[in-house]
C-alpha cells in the first residue's frame, strides 16, 4: 500500500479533516480550516501533548533518563507583543529568507527551495533548468506578518503576529519565578497560534502562514544543560513513537556543527517521512534546540551578535549605542539552597501541531481488502490512529430499527456521552457500511445492540485493527471502553 498524498488530501477533505480556508472565494494560500473531526483530531494532539508534559507531570518522581526532578507549568501569552521583543530576539533583523522572483511565469521562489520547485510553465522541469527562466538576484525577505494597531494606522504603530510562542515565555520567566514556587529546574509550556509569512505556503498544512505551536522552554543551570538536552531530545522522539508512528518512518537528526544557530551547542530535528517528500527524505516535526543563555540575555542587554572571537555580545551601532536596546531588569535566577545568582540555560523542544496531526493522519492511512455482506472482496480506507488521538472513541448501532434496539443504544450513546467521549450514534444502512464509514474516520471501537441484547443484557464490541468482536455486559460498556482507549 503506497500513502498517496493526493488520496489523503481528498479523504481529509471528504470526511471533513481540513478544508482549505475561504474555499469558496477561491481560497487563500497557506490558510487551512479544521472541520468536525480535524478539530477534534487537533484538539487531541495538543490535549495529549498538553497532559503528558504539564498535568500529568508528577515533579516528585524523576522520570527515566532525566539528571532529576522537575517542574513544569503552562503559560498563555499574547499574539502580539511589544515590537522591541522581536528586536531584541533577533527576528526583527534576522527571521528572513532569500526570496527569488522569475520575470517570464511571475513565479516567486524561495531561493533554498529551487533545486525541488517544479516550474510553473514546464512541470516537468525544475525553476531555473530550462532556459525560458528569468530569475532575479536572492532578496531578503522578512518573515513576520505585520499589522497596525490603533486608529491612526502610522508606521509607529505597526506591530508583529508572533512567528513563535517562545519570545512570549522568555519574557514571563521572572514573573513565573516570582508568582510561583518554581524552583530551578523548571519548563514554561505554551500551545498556540504563530504566524509566518512564508513565501511558498506548501504541501498542505506542512508549511502554512498560519499554524500552532506546542513549545517548552525548559531553565536549567548550565552545568547541567547537556544532560538536559539529551533528555528532552530522546523524551520527545519517543513521544511520537508511543502514539504510533512507525520506527522507520521518524528519525531524530542532529544538526551538523554548520548548521547550528549561533547560540546553540546543540540542535536535533525530530523528522517524519511525509508522503509528499520523496523515498529518504524526510520532513521538520519538532525542533529540538540548546538555546544556551542567549533569550534570556537578549531581553536583559539587547540584541546579540557573535563578536570576532566567537563570543556574544550586544550588537552596537556605529556611534556604540546598542542597536537594540534590552529591558535592563535582571532576569537572573537566584538559587537560595546555593546562593549563586546566575542566567539560567534553556532546551527548547518546539513542535508544530498542525505538522503533527499531518502526521499522524499520513502514519494512520491504510487500505486494505474486507469481504461485504454479500461476501465480495470490497476496498477498505483505514485510519488507524492511537485510541488516545482519534477524533471519535466509539460509535454505537442498533442493528436494526425496531424491537426497542434504537432506545437501548441511544442510551447506552447518552451514557458514554456523559462520560466525556467524543462518539457516533449510526442506525442507518446496512451494519458492513456502518462499520466502513467508521473505520474511514478511525473510530477504534463499535458498539452494536442486536436481537440478543434484550436476553442477555450485552452489547457487541468490535476493535476496528484486529476485527474482533466480544460481547460487553451493557452495565460495563462505558468503564470497557474507556479502559480499552487507554490501553
Ligand atoms: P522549517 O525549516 O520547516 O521552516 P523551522 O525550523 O523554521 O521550520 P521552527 O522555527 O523550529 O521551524 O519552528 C518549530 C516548529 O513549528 C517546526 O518544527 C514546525 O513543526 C512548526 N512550523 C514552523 N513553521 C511552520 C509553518 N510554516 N507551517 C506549519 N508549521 C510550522
Known amino acids: 500500500m503506497t500513502r498517496s498524498m493526493e488520496k489523503i488530501v481528498a479523504l481529509c477533505k471528504r470526511r471533513g479533516f481540513i478544508f482549505q480556508n ?22 487531541n494532539v495538543r490535549d495529549v501533548w498538553y497532559h503528558d508534559m504539564v498535568s ?4 516528585l518522581q524523576q522520570p527515566a533518563g532525566a539528571p532529576s526532578t522537575f517542574q513544569m507549568v503552562g503559560l498563555e501569552s499574547a499574539l502580539i507583543m511589544h515590537p522591541q521583543v522581536w528586536k531584541c530576539s533577533g527576528h526583527y533583523d ?7 522572483d522569475c520575470h517570464a ?5 524561495r531561493q533554498d527551495h529551487i533545486p525541488n520547485t517544479p516550474c510553473p510553465q514546464k512541470p516537468s522541469k525544475m525553476v531555473g533548468e530550462h532556459t525560458g527562466c528569468q530569475l532575479t538576484e536572492p532578496r531578503e525577505f522578512n518573515l513576520m506578518m505585520k499589522t497596525i494597531l490603533g486608529a491612526l494606522g502610522t508606521e509607529e504603530d505597526a506591530a508583529f503576529l508572533r512567528p513563535e510562542t ?62 538536559w538536552y539529551t533528555y528532552w531530545r530522546d523524551r520527545r522522539y519517543n ?82 549605542t546598542p542597536k537594540h536596546r534590552g529591558s535592563g531588569k535582571d532576569l537572573t535566577y537566584f538559587d537560595d539552597q546555593t546562593r549563586e545568582r546566575f542566567l539560567p540555560h534553556v532546551i527548547e523542544p518546539s513542535a508544530g501541531a498542525d505538522r503533527g496531526t499531518l502526521a499522524f493522519i499520513c502514519e494512520a492511512y491504510h487500505e486494505d481488502q474486507q469481504p461485504d455482506e454479500k461476501g465480495e472482496m470490497q476496498e477498505r480506507i483505514l485510519m488507524k490512529f492511537h485510541p488516545r488521538l482519534a477524533p471519535v472513541k466509539a460509535a454505537v448501532f442498533p442493528l436494526i430499527k425496531k424491537e ?84
Open 94 to 100: 534576522l527571521f528572513h529568507d532569500m526570496m527569488v
Open 404 to 487: 426497542g434496539m434504537p432506545e437501548k443504544a441511544a442510551e447506552i450513546f447518552g451514557e458514554l456521552k456523559v462520560a466525556g467521549l467524543n462518539c457516533q450514534y449510526d442506525q442507518q444502512g446496512a451494519i458492513g457500511r456502518r462499520y466502513r464509514r467508521q473505520d474511514e474516520i478511525g473510530t477504534p471501537f463499535c458498539i452494536t445492540v442486536d436481537g440478543d441484547t434484550a436476553k442477555d443484557n450485552c452489547v457487541t464490541v468490535r476493535d476496528r485493527d484486529s476485527l474482533q468482536q466480544d460481547r460487553v455486559p451493557v452495565s460495563r460498556i462505558v468503564d470497557e471502553i474507556v479502559s480499552r482507549l487507554k490501553a
Open 56 to 59: 500529568a507531570h508528577n515533579e
Open 105 to 109: 511565469c511571475k513565479g516567486r521562489f
Open 239 to 320: 513521544w511520537y513513537l508511543n502514539l504510533g508512528i512507525a520506527k522507520d518512518r521518524i528519525i531524530l537528526r542532529d544538526h551538523h556543527q554548520d548548521e547550528l544557530a549561533h547560540y546553540s551547542v546543540g540542535t536535533a530535528d525530530i523528522e517524519y517521512a511525509f508522503p509528499f517528500l520523496s523515498e529518504g527524505e524526510f520532513g521538520e516535526l519538532e525542533g529540538v534546540a540548546h538555546r544556551g543563555d542567549f533569550d534570556l540575555r537578549s531581553h536583559t542587554e539587547g540584541k546579540l551578535t557573535k563578536n570576532a572571537a566567537g563570543e556574544l555580545e550586544v550588537e552596537k551601532n556605529a556611534d556604540g
Open 166 to 227: 517562545a519570545q512570549g515565555i522568555f519574557v514571563n520567566f521572572k514573573n513565573v519565578c516570582d508568582s510561583t514556587r518554581v524552583k530551578l529546574p523548571f519548563g514554561i509550556c505554551q500551545v498556540g497560534k504563530s504566524f509566518r509569512n512564508e513565501i511558498t505556503p506548501r504541501n498542505f498544512t506542512f508549511r502554512s502562514r498560519e499554524f500552532e505551536q506546542m513549545e517548552i522552554e525548559f531553565f536549567c543551570h548550565p552545568s547541567q544543560s547537556r544532560e
Open 22 to 43: 475561504s474555499e469558496i472565494y477561491g481560497g487563500q494560500n497557506g490558510f487551512w480550516d479544521y472541520g468536525p473531526l480535524g478539530t477534534e483530531l487537533k484538539r
